[in-house]
């Protein structure tokens, strides 16, 4: 199977310290935009899985795609003493 340009970018184009500086860096109005942009991809990542996995399958990435993000951020906190910071390591 070919790997798609976005998809990879999508994923090992990730910094979460480069989406920190774009948060703090961006204005309200791009902010806002950037929200109208992003906010029915969550729904599109569902639709994907679901067609290539089936709804049960979807259903249990999603789920713990979620939980990990969870797990990670309380960890990070756990190791911080705090809660960690936007795209604090």
């Known amino acids: 199977m070919a790997r798609g340009v976005g998809a990879e970018m999508g994923i090992r184009g ?5 989406v920190a500086a774009d948060r703090r860096t961006l204005g309200q109005e791009d902010l806002d935009k950037l929200v109208d942009l992003l906010k029915i991809r969550p729904l599109q990542f569902c639709l994907f899985f679901a067609a290539l996995f ?3 399958k979807m259903e249990k990435l999603m789920s713990l795609s979620v939980q990990r993000v969870k797990t990670l951020h309380e960890n990070r906190g756990k190791r911080l003493g705090r809660e960690p910071e936007l795209g604090e390591e």
Do not use: A, I
Not at 14 to 18: E, I, P, R, S
């Open 54 to 56: 089936g709804e049960e």
């Open 14 to 18: 990730f910094q979460k310290l480069n």
